[in-house]
Nanobody, 127 residues
Framework: QLVESGGGSVQAGGSLRLSCAASGYTIRRYAVAWFRQAPGEEREGVAAIDSDSITTVYADSVRGRFTISQENAKNTLYLQMNSLKPEDTARYYC???????????????????????WGQGTQVTVS
């Protein structure tokens, strides 16, 4: 099970930190990612960490502003979002899948298909 938290409403230029708490399995053995979906848009990959806990991937639109990290002791994934823009407004989902390599597909169309487990999402609104 994955449970996201930390979403909310913020002004442009502000920051938020999303959290994704995992239960039932150890995320350090999984590739984990953040996706987002705005109304009327397809779900898109934002950032990911592979199961080596080292290799990361970022969408061009967020690179340099967002940072993905995980805290294995808490079995929790994070997404630190700085310099937020109105176009970052979306529902953000965390996802996980066992093994390595899925993050290579995160930025592809339908990259979500490579991830097996999903949270319910948390809304981020930037005005």
């Amino acid at each position: 099970q994955l449970v996201e938290s930390g979403g909310g409403s913020v002004q442009a230029g502000g920051s938020l930190r999303l959290s994704c708490a995992a239960s039932g399995y150890t995320i350090r053995r999984y590739a984990v990612a953040w996706f987002r979906q705005a109304p009327g848009e397809e779900r898109e990959g934002v950032a990911a960490i592979d199961s080596d806990s080292i290799t990361t991937v970022y969408a061009d639109s967020v690179r340099g502003r967002f940072t993905i990290s995980q805290e294995n002791a808490k079995n929790t994934l994070y997404l630190q979002m700085n310099s937020l823009k109105p176009e970052d407004t979306a529902r953000y989902y965390c996802a996980a899948t066992p093994g390595m390599g899925a993050i290579n597909h995160v930025l592809e169309s339908a990259g979500e298909l490579y991830f097996q487990y999903w949270g319910q999402g948390t809304q981020v609104t930037v005005s």
